[in-house]
């Protein structure tokens, strides 16, 4: 039947109702408690059983709005099978159970669960007159899968409150706190909007905030009050709603996870890691996320950046970003990407499990600055020491480099560190990267290939596309060696198209901005192998520090699409340069666009191979030397063993050495040293014509101190008429050195040349034994003679041009030595210029021959010494009968005079008057010519017999 209960029923075991129930009075029982019918809480009352289960089959109400509801079951179930307040609204309702299971609930004050299992409340929990409160407590779980419509705040401050439905937590008018130690479980693929605070790390450690399964969406906004994790288990999860307080937060998917709300914009957490683990999960950012304190990212497959800003305001703290496979911005002109932090290092790693590959794609305008941390792009492994080694994809919207920064005209790049290290390992429009005072350090492995693009992305680092007019930047003002450099090599050998170990498809400038901060650019590739190509205007500048552009591959060629700027560039922030400068590549491509070298340093341009390759002859008309008005130290061009022709056929000066190599080498343009520093002129091909200048082309010594002009050959030295040598306010000593690897049949020294030393010393010869060597006068000179031979010059020597070593502080010596000629060519000296001149001052003159003949020119030798004079024969004895008055005119008197040497039995005319202030030795049979002859010297020797016919002599001195 009914019950009309106005007083307290206590004492009872149990309570079963079959009508209705009016309940106006306090109900305690042992056992059970059920009312079948529907009720009505009269009064303020308390139902309490001894851990039983209280049942409510119908509806129950109020009998006045506001009555409130106490069931105290322990751990006894609590059943409302009908509404609750749905016809007049309960007041506080409190409940303590096992379980629960209600359907709608409307309160007008709080509803205070305590349940220890599983509960839940399936109807829409709604307001009454005034806004529904929920509170849980209890360790179990309660389960809101209501479109539930209170306002009030709902506090979880024990156990789990699970929601399946978008409006589980009620209205987005009121709020959920989520206490230490609780959890707010999300599933059913939902989106919630409702504002929360969460803390701790929830139940059995899930998290303050647990995605249990399902496709979830929490769009409401979230504030930390203590240090907080969230976690998934299941499911791609999206947090979309701000994240604030000041409180380390850590958020772990299995899943997929969108972190697209923004974080700390108003309270900056002093933690944020956000990790998504599995096999094939990506973390997405797409708010702007700022933090005082640490930032981690780490990803199972990729890191998705569509947001504005990464930010750590905390001093020295880091922010890493790993992925297992890519890091991608994805965006281009739409976002800027900011990640900066305060002297933290900034780490970007792909491909960290080092298996599959994976890239680095920075787009969009991105700016990155760690004032003063490291900077580091790379892969591999999770402390990005490794590559960030791209991957083989048949379609990708960034291809398959392993690092790519490119931005737009619009949308700059701009990587600053402010002092820290700049590191790169991988494939990169517009960019601006700039170290500071750290290093930058860029490189890329490429082990990729697209066979079916000519211009595919095979290269080990690549910046810039097809077309762009994008620009890039790389800046330090780090002071090592080292400040900027860049490893690009490609890894695989392509079977079709070109292979790039670095590409610059856009104009760009790399610069070293401190005294001692340097340039290295490594470049290495397989296949049709381009090292380093640059297809518009680059600018590799440094203001004293090394610029290095070297390549490891042979035949590796050096590409410009545009003339580029080496050392320095009027206008830009490296107006001049004192850098050395080394070009290291076997071939060279650019046309008209020759490059720009501008140094006040040491300029050397070399081959990798042995020889330069892929050309027949190499030119210094490449390049564009001394540009922006400076001239450079020193200019090495070709390497020792190179056998490749070199062509001088620019102006060339130096202030200080000059080294020239090549196969053969031909001079038509001239050569300045205007300091100190020796010239080398090397060729090393044993054939006709290994060296020649032509004529107008000058070797010219303009000032420093004293030096050395040493030109080498292993073939035949030919000087074309009206080339001079000469030194000017400074000692300069000459070395011809013809026949350098000992051969008797290559030829020697052809039509030499005009050459005034102001001081310095004169040898011209050859080398009789391979390389062979020898000292005169502290210089390395060779220890044989110029020899002619057939193909070559048939004179063993052709002499032209006049010797000056008369100098104004110091005079040279000068050395002559002429070996065997050919056929009808002398064995000597061939006269091919009209009575020339050798002049050496105080400095002494040796002719080293077995004869001196007239060529097209004219005898006799114009001899101007104060030091000593010996003629002697290659031989043991001259070739012909000389005449000395036919050989030689003295305009002057030497201090000795030698003619011949021991064992020397060719006879010798003397047909004029000898003076020396010496002795005069004669080692050969002397025969008296024309009259008279006198020798005035302190001693006369005759090493033979002496023949005077009618003839007379007069000896002063000595006998």
């Known amino acids: 039947g009914n019950l009309d209960l106005d007083g307290a029923a206590t004492g009872l075991t149990t309570l079963e109702v079959s009508g209705t129930s009016n309940l106006g009075a306090n109900v305690t029982t042992s056992s059970t408690q059920t009312y079948t019918g529907n009720a009505t809480i009269s009064n303020n009352i308390t139902l309490t059983t001894t851990n039983s289960n209280v049942t409510f089959s119908g509806t129950t109400n109020a009998g006045t709005a506001g009555n409130t509801l106490t069931v105290a079951a322990g751990t006894g179930d609590v059943t409302f099978t009908g509404a609750i307040g749905g016809t007049t609204a309960m007041g506080n309702m409190t409940i303590t159970t096992g379980a629960l299971s209600a359907a709608a609930i409307k309160v007008q004050g709080t509803l205070s669960i305590t349940n220890s299992d599983t509960s839940s409340i399936t109807g829409i929990i709604s307001d009454g007159a005034s806004s529904a409160i929920l509170t849980k407590a209890g360790s179990g779980t309660l389960t809101l899968s209501g479109n539930n419509t209170y306002t009030g705040q709902t506090n979880i401050n024990v156990g789990t409150v699970s929601i399946t439905h978008n409006n589980a937590l009620g209205s987005t008018s009121g709020s959920t706190t989520v206490a230490s130690g609780a959890v707010l479980s999300i599933s059913n693929d939902i989106t919630s909007a409702e504002n929360i605070t969460i803390n701790g790390t929830g139940v059995s450690s899930v998290g303050a905030l647990y995605f249990a399964s399902g496709n979830n969406t929490y769009s409401g906004n979230i504030t930390l009050g203590a ?115 305060v002297g933290g290092n900034i780490l970007f790693t792909s491909d960290t499990d080092g298996s599959n590959g994976g890239g680095i794609l920075i787009l969009g305008g991105t700016v990155i600055d760690s004032n003063g941390g490291d ?158 190509s640059a297809a518009k205007e680059i600018n590799i500048l440094a203001k004293s520090g090394p610029i290095q552009l070297l390549d490891s591959r042979a035949g590796g060629y050096l590409y410009f699409g545009t003339a580029p700027y080496i050392g320095s560039k009027s206008g830009s922030a490296v107006t001049s340069s004192s850098s050395d400068i080394t070009i290291q590549f076997d071939s060279y491509s650019w046309g008209v666009h020759t490059p720009n070298i501008s140094t006040s340093g040491a300029v050397t341009v070399k081959s990798y191979s042995e020889s330069f390759q892929n050309h027949t002859d190499v030119h210094t008309s490449w390049f564009d030397w001394n540009d922006n008005s400076e001239v450079m130290n020193a200019l090495t061009f070709g390497k020792l063993t190179n056998t490749t022709t070199l062509n001088i056929d620019s102006n060339l000066t130096s202030s200080g050495s000059i080294t020239i190599y090549g196969g ?67 000692i300069l000593d000459v070395v011809l050195w013809a026949n350098y690897g000992g051969s008797e049949t290559v030829g020697g020294l ?39 031979y057939n193909g070559f010059n048939w004179n063993a020597l052709d002499f032209r041009g006049d010797l000056d070593t008369d100098g104004s502080s110091t005079d040279g010596d000068i050395y002559i030595w002429a070996g065997a000629g050919y056929s009808t060519g002398a064995n000597g000296l061939g006269i091919y210029g009209t009575n020339p001149t050798l002049a050496s001052g105080t400095g002494s003159i040796t002719i080293i021959a077995d004869e001196i003949i007239n060529g097209s020119g004219a005898l006799p030798l114009s001899i101007s010494t104060t030091g000593d004079f010996t003629y002697k024969p290659h031989t043991t004895s001259f070739e012909n009968s000389d005449t000395l008055g036919s050989l030689f005119s003295f305009s002057s008197n030497p201090a000795n005079f030698v003619i011949g040497k021991s064992g020397n039995l060719t006879n010798v005319t003397l047909a004029a008057n000898i003076t020396t202030t010496g002795t005069q030795t004669y080692y050969a049979p002397i025969t008296l010519s024309g009259g008279t002859r006198t020798l005035a010297a302190s001693t006369v020797n005759f090493g033979s017999t002496l023949a005077g016919g009618t003839n007379g002599l007069t000896i002063t001195g000595a006998l």
């Open 750 to 788: 052809a039509s030499t040349p005009d050459i005034t030393t102001n001081g310095g010393h004169i040898w011209m010869g050859g080398s009789s034994t391979p390389g062979g060597s020898s000292t005169w006068n502290g210089l390395t000179v060779g220890n044989g003679p110029s020899n002619g």
């Open 375 to 532: 900077i580091t792009f790379a892969g591999g492994d999770a402390s990005g020491t490794g590559y960030a080694s791209g991957r083989s994809v048949a379609s990708s919207g960034w291809n398959i480099e392993g690092l790519r920064i490119g931005g737009t005209a619009s949308n700059p790049i701009d990587i600053d560190s402010d002092g820290g290290n700049i590191i790169m390992r991988g494939y990169s429009g517009n960019i601006d990267i700039n170290s500071g005072t750290g290093t930058l350090y860029l490189e890329g492995q490429s082990y990729t290939y697209s066979p079916s693009q000519i211009y595919g992305y095979n290269s080990g680092i690549h910046i810039g596309g097809l077309g762009s007019n994008y620009t890039f930047t790389l800046t330090s003002s780090n002071t090592t060696s080292d400040a900027i450099r860049i490893i690009g090599n490609h890894n695989i050998n392509q079977t079709g198209g070109k292979t790039y170990g670095i590409q610059f498809y856009q104009a760009g400038t790399i610069q070293a901005l401190e005294t001692g901060g340097g340039i290295r650019i490594d470049s290495d590739t397989t296949g049709d192998p381009y090292g380093l």
């Open 227 to 341: 240090a907080t994790t969230i976690t998934s288990a299941a499911g791609n999860q999206t947090i979309s709603g701000t994240i604030n307080g000041a409180f380390t937060l850590s958020i772990t998917s299995v899943a997929n996870l969108s972190l697209t709300g923004s974080i700390g914009s108003s309270t900056q957490p002093t933690s944020l890691t956000a990790t998504t683990t599995g096999s094939s999960n990506d973390l997405t950012l797409g708010g702007n996320i700022e933090v005082n304190g640490p930032i981690t990212f780490t990803s199972a497959r990729d890191i998705i950046l569509n947001t504005n800003l990464v930010k750590s305001y905390a001093s020295s703290e880091d922010i890493i970003l790993r992925a297992k496979r890519d890091i991608t911005t994805q965006t281009n002109d739409l976002t800027s990407l900011v990640v900066t932090s």
């Open 664 to 730: 053969v080498v031909n001079v038509s343009s001239s050569l300045t040293s205007s300091g100190t520093g020796d010239i080398l002129i090397k060729s090393n091909n044993a054939v006709n014509g290994s060296f020649n200048i032509s004529s107008g082309a000058d070797i010219l010594k303009t000032g420093g101190d004293r030096s050395t002009l040493t030109i080498q050959s292993d073939g035949r030295i030919n000087f074309n008429t009206g080339s001079i040598i000469d030194a000017s306010s400074t």
